[in-house]
């Protein structure tokens, strides 16, 4: 098991998004096995995680007014 720190940041979102997915306990950390997953996931062309969180950043910022 490696710490989520040692992944950058979109890498970090991902994994912690995986582990709610599987039920894992522990999203601090992860398995060797999931980096293929993780890595194709923030790599592909349909997931722009930075329009997707500014989406829901502008939407949280819009519902709180």
């Keep these: 098991m490696y710490l ?3 992944l950058s940041i979109p890498h970090n979102f ?3 998004i995986m582990c709610m997915l599987f039920s894992k306990p522990d999203s601090a950390k992860f ?3 999931w980096l293929p ?3 194709a996931t923030v790599n592909a062309p349909s997931m722009n995680w930075s329009q997707i969180l500014l989406n829901n950043l502008a939407k949280a910022i819009m519902d709180y007014r």
């Design 37 to 39: 997953l993780i890595g």
């Design 4 to 6: 989520i720190a040692s």
């Design 31 to 33: 398995s060797m096995e």
């Design 14 to 16: 991902t994994e912690a």
